[in-house]
């Protein structure tokens, strides 16, 4: 299975905030965002908005970039380790059990 970007990120932000021995409840005033948002975004539950994570690194005083950084060269490792698909899927990396339409684009001629 495909590990999120938003799993990751949140990963990142429970150890930013576990390793300077943290509350959740501290962050989530210094971030001004509720406690229970702030769990769901280190569970990798709820996507963040860039302007939340922005309010999150500010509480825990920790560079957005360095997060990102960190969520990137964790979903690399991942990326690394999880085994390749075999066949159609091989060519790209999507899921095939997920299905999206995409409608056709009609142009309209203005007369």
Known sequence: MTTLLREVIGD??????????????EVSD??????????????????????????????LEVPLSRVLSDAGESMER??????????????SNIDLSTRVV???TVSMAVA
């Not at 990142?12 to 409840?25: C, I, K, P, Y």
């Not at 769901?40 to 500010?58: M, N």
């Open 78 to 91: 991942l990326e690394q380790a999880a085994p390749r698909p075999v066949g159609p899927a091989s060519t």
């Open 30 to 59: 210094g971030a001004r965002v509720s406690l229970g948002y702030l769990s769901e975004v280190e569970r990798g539950r709820k996507e963040a908005s860039s302007e939340l994570l922005s309010a999150i690194c500010g509480a």
């Open 102 to 104: 995409i409608p056709h």
């Open 12 to 25: 990142v932000l429970r150890q930013a905030r576990q390793s300077q021995g943290r509350t959740l409840r």
